[in-house]
């Protein structure tokens, strides 16, 4: 609601850096699903493969096994860019690895109607030293398709955002005097299509945040935001049936009001029917003060308060086993204490990984880029560095990535039976200041099936000690390093690859020999 972006259209030349020393992600290890803790010491897949459908509260894979969305809104497509921010900066393949190695498992494209206009031209993406080089001359769905297929090479799942109209503005109803609903709903069926038979894509966010005078139940077709989803929501599914359809709130029902797109309380009474059941999954957006100023922030009960506004809006369809809620978007600078105690309720509400596994509220973080001006992102503004306290809110909800399809594409699985697990690990320094060093290393599965597990050993070639380490645990004795991957990166896909980083002390010096061992 209200975001302003701030386009920072020239091209930045800095070399990939992973998280700075100082990095808490190695957090998200020790709150991993349990869940998923289980399926790999079991017989049965990791969760996530294939299409996803509902069972009341929760969003179930292709195998009935229940999966959370922890995942992050990468935007660009939906503004006169026509793609995804910060190609300016980064090859889109190293911020997706990134995003993975954050244990973040779903990415959030928002895109605008414009993208299907056949004079429409990506711009601002850097093609220098080896950048971005598969997407020259490439169109914005054509990018798209692109982001898509290396997302799932990583595990990471993709929901589709009908954000805007067209590139200048977000509008209030599904539909303006420029892009009629019979252009809505024809580009959702294009798209629906698109990735008919490609899992990664598990989803469809049908419109961007409807406020007044959109309406949920009111029975006027023209401004009746829960008749529109469901009009939608059944073009999509008679092209792709596999697909979730995302439905968001209103931002007026019976009088009381919300965030744009986060208001559901019509939701119990007026549910989204679609022709094919099992599919809707409710959406809210929720914001902090760095956005704009509501009610509750100046209840001298706040924070306490929070969990019953959130009840009253949009978490009853949760708790009272009505149908899964996916936290789309929720985002703040963190600049005032409000919005601290903000977040640390709203990440308490939503169910800790470690304590409820999958059976938990789904989320996408407001946002990867830096360039957001209401909340700013995930990374800082040099499109590199994690914003390590924001990312920090965050750990205790994230959970596992899923399946990836490896680089041949094809399948959701991993691997046949019998192959013997094999990797290799590549070490590279990616800052070293003389007193200290960061490095990452890149694990990558080099057998024939789906790794459950994976350790790298090294000996330093001095004095080195480790001081922190993000996305794997380690020990370490005198010079030799052991390095075990954590809950959420031990399970790769034939052809795909984790990483994990880490800070040392003193300067890096020669890069060690690594050995990489995999079960």
């Known amino acids: 609601m209200f975001r302003s972006l701030r386009r920072a259209l020239g091209v930045v030349a800095a070399a990939l850096l992973l998280p700075l020393a100082g990095v808490q992600v190695a957090q998200a290890a020790d709150t991993a699903s349990t869940g998923a803790v289980s399926a790999a010491n079991s017989v049965a897949a990791a969760p996530g493969a294939g299409y996803w459908h509902t069972s009341g509260r929760q969003i179930l894979d292709a195998g009935g096994q229940p999966v959370r969305i922890a995942g992050i809104n990468w935007f660009g497509f939906e503004t006169a860019n026509y793609v995804v921010h910060g190609l300016w900066s980064r090859d889109y393949k190293s911020m ?123 029975g006027d077709v023209a401004t009746d935001w829960r008749l529109a989803a469901e009009r939608a929501g059944d073009a999509v599914l008679s092209v792709n049936p596999d697909l979730l359809i995302f439905v968001e709130g209103v931002q007026t029902y019976n009088g009381v009001s919300g965030w744009w797109g986060g208001n559901l309380m019509g939701a119990g009474q007026y549910p989204v029917q679609l022709t094919v059941p099992d599919r ?66 709203l990440v308490n509400y939503l169910r800790p990984t470690s304590t409820y596994g999958a059976d938990s509220f789904s989320w996408t973080f407001w946002s990867w880029n830096p360039n957001s001006g209401d909340t700013g992102g995930i990374l800082k503004d040099d499109w590199q ?8 809110y965050l750990a205790s909800i994230k959970a596992p990535a899923f399946p990836g399809t490896g680089t041949g594409g094809g399948g959701d699985g991993g691997g046949g039976g019998g192959s013997t697990a094999a990797c290799a690990a590549t070490y590279t320094t990616t800052s070293d200041w003389g007193s200290g060093f960061n490095a990452s290393v890149t694990v990558a599965n080099t057998g024939a099936s789906a790794l459950k597990s994976w350790q790298v050993k090294w000996t330093w070639p001095g004095s080195q000690q480790i001081t922190n380490m993000w996305n794997a645990t380690y020990t370490q004795t005198g010079t030799s390093v052991t390095a075990v991957n954590a809950d959420h990166n031990g399970s790769v896909g034939a052809g795909s ?18 050995t990489c061992t995999a079960t």
């Open 497 to 514: 690859s984790a990483s994990f980083g880490f800070g040392g002390a003193p300067g890096g010096g020669t890069a060690p020999t690594l």
């Open 385 to 392: 560095t994690v914003d390590t306290v924001k990312d920090g």
């Open 96 to 218: 997706i690895d990134q995003m993975k190695s954050l244990g973040y498992n779903t990415i959030r494209l928002p895109y605008s109607d414009d993208i299907f206009k056949s004079g429409t031209v990506p711009n601002s993406i850097d093609f220098s030293n080896g950048k971005n080089t598969d997407l020259q001359g490439l169109n914005s769905l054509q990018i798209m398709d692109k982001l898509v297929a290396y997302a799932g090479q990583d595990g990471l799942k993709v929901i589709l955002d009908r954000h805007r109209p067209d590139a200048s503005a977000q509008s209030a109803l599904w539909y303006t005097a420029a892009v009629p609903e019979s252009t809505w709903i024809a580009n959702l069926r294009a798209l629906a299509t698109r990735y008919a038979g490609q899992s990664t894509v598990i989803g469809i966010d049908l419109h961007n945040e409807p406020h007044d005078p959109a309406c949920w139940g009111c």
């Open 280 to 345: 809707v999954v409710y959406s809210a957006h929720d914001y902090a003060t760095s956005v704009a100023q509501q009610p509750w922030f100046s209840d001298p009960s706040f924070p306490a308060n929070m969990p019953g506004v959130w009840d009253k809006y949009w978490g009853y369809l949760f708790q009272q086993n009505i149908a899964p809620v996916w936290v789309g978007e929720f985002g703040t600078t963190l600049a005032s204490t409000v919005d601290q105690k903000w977040l640390t309720a």
